[in-house]
């Protein structure tokens, strides 16, 4: 949300900054309106790329580097994963989702954490051994789907959780304390 300010500035201003690449991460992103950032600063100028990662994986998880031809179809791929990453979308008993099909994306690798401090239940439900591999998976309340090229499009949140200044919260929570 922020680059688009700076989208906006550029594409009234030609200030020709000295960006080569902008990496994006944290929130949704709403690859459609990058085509006015494309139109002054191709990828071959300055390179674009979409990243996939939460708190629970320390790091990014995915990278979709992103082209004229996905601002286009307005994609929402994240990529594939990094290396010493997996990525797949489960249903609600953890079993992989062919590509194509809406599900929880579940990551595995070693920057999964360990669990919450002081939180067991949730730290049972979240961080559980994948049904077929046995592998240590984080199960991410985020919506999305595998294509068949292998990338995560991420397709937002399972549940009402929102980010207000960094922090998650639940809606069915506030409404919860509120009645």
Do not use: K
């Amino acid at each position: 949300s922020s680059f688009m300010q700076l989208v906006e500035l550029e594409y009234r201003e030609r200030t020709e900054l000295a960006l080569r690449l902008v990496v994006f991460g944290g929130e949704t992103l709403d690859t459609a309106a990058l085509g006015r950032w494309l139109a002054i600063r191709p990828a071959t100028v300055c390179r674009l790329v979409n990243m996939y990662g939460i708190t629970e994986t320390t790091v990014h998880v995915t990278a979709q580097e992103i082209s004229a031809e996905l601002v286009a179809a307005g994609s929402r791929s994240v990529g594939p994963a990094l290396p010493g990453w997996s990525v797949r979308v489960v249903d609600a008993r953890q079993r992989p989702l062919p590509p194509g099909a809406s599900g929880e994306i579940a990551v595995g690798g070693a920057g999964v954490a360990l669990g919450y401090v002081d939180r067991a239940e949730l730290t049972a439900r979240r961080f559980v051994a994948d049904p077929v591999s046995g592998e240590r998976i984080y199960l991410s309340g985020d919506r999305g789907r595998m294509l068949p090229d292998g990338s995560l499009e991420h397709l937002g949140r399972l549940d009402q959780q929102v980010q207000l200044r960094g922090y998650r919260d639940e809606l069915g929570e506030i409404m919860a304390v509120l009645l």
